[in-house]
């Protein structure tokens, strides 16, 4: 079928008229002075069975493990015997948003937060969480509190209210749970010799893509079944700033995090005789959707894959 030569003048002016709001809202996107960093975390449901407890008082145990230094926490103290039945550890959910001002053109200064911001994140056709103002710029949402769960494949959407202003956000299809070989031997646990290095091969993109990006906690469990205030070994950025400089040096900084065979160094198990937990988190990034937000704005979304390990006596 042919294009009638007046039909393709309005649709060449159309697609230049697209580009040129394209180029315009990038533009305002790279001088923008606001900016969000937002991460959106999530682990699945996990059994410790009895056997991979080390060292550990099997009454009644409780077992907090923080998530990327996010305030994700375990509490599953138990009113049974756990050398009968494991320790069940329920799923967790949790949404951290950062809102804040750059300060200057450097990625190297960090921004200022911005208090007082009406923030909420929407699911593509779902629901819609108000997140808890926590003070200097950050926002958080408990999702077992306010009946959040991650969802494979969603949309999500930040929408931030600042001084009668609207900015957005979005990470889109953010990734299932990553399944790890090495994470579930035959045995339901990890078993360790202390000081020395475990490595693990994360499986096969699909066919065409790359690999999510990929991040590591490990945290000690101590003799009273509570894990340790800091891990043993992270890989995680835990600031705004470290955050800003994953996304906006995407070819460099994304490099470590995308490999397929992953290596946790020995220090990370300092202890025979110990239970450590392994997080990995397999995430994607999204950006600004707004033009009123910086370019280099970072929205990681992601669920973890859990390794248990016990190192021996």
Do not use: H, W
Not at 12 to 26: I, M, P, R, S, Y
Not at 105 to 121: F, H, K, M, R
Not at 143 to 163: E, L, P
Not at 298 to 311: P, S, W, Y
């Amino acid at each position: 079928m042919k294009i009638a030569p007046k039909m393709t003048v309005v649709v060449a002016a159309a697609l230049a008229l697209a580009v040129g709001c394209d180029l315009q809202k990038t533009a305002n996107q790279i001088s923008a002075r606001s900016v969000v960093v937002a991460t959106v975390l999530a682990t699945p449901p996990v059994t410790i069975k009895p056997a991979a407890i080390a060292g550990l008082d099997a009454g009644f145990l409780s077992f907090d493990a923080g998530f990327l230094d996010a305030g994700i926490t375990f509490d599953a103290g138990l009113p049974f015997d756990v050398r009968d039945a494991g320790l069940p550890i329920p799923p967790q959910n949790l949404v951290l948003v950062f809102f804040g001002q750059r300060q200057g053109d450097s990625l190297d200064v960090a921004p200022q937060g911005v208090p007082g911001a009406q923030v909420t994140l929407q699911q593509a056709g779902g629901a819609s969480y108000r997140l808890t103002d926590q003070g200097g710029g950050n926002y958080a949402l408990a999702g077992d509190d306010a009946g959040f769960r991650y969802a494979s494949n969603a949309t999500y959407q930040f929408n931030v209210i600042s001084q009668n202003e609207t900015f957005v956000a979005e990470v889109t299809q953010v990734p299932p749970e990553e399944r790890i070989a090495a994470f579930e031997p035959a045995s339901g646990f990890i078993d360790q010799v202390a000081g020395q290095p475990l490595t693990f091969i994360r499986p096969e993109p699909p066919q065409g893509q790359r690999l999510n990006l990929g991040f590591v906690n490990v945290f000690p469990i101590d003799s009273s079944g509570k894990q340790a205030p800091m891990p043993t070994y992270t890989n995680v950025p835990t600031t705004p700033l470290q955050f800003l400089k994953l996304v906006g040096d995407a070819v460099g900084a994304q490099t470590e995090y995308r490999a397929q065979s992953v290596t946790i160094p020995g220090s990370a198990f300092p202890e025979r005789d110990r239970n450590y937990v392994i997080l990995f988190q397999s995430a994607k990034t999204g950006g600004p959707k707004s033009d009123n937000l910086f370019t280099g704005s970072a929205i990681i979304a992601g669920t973890a894959a859990v390794g248990i390990v016990k190192t021996r006596p």
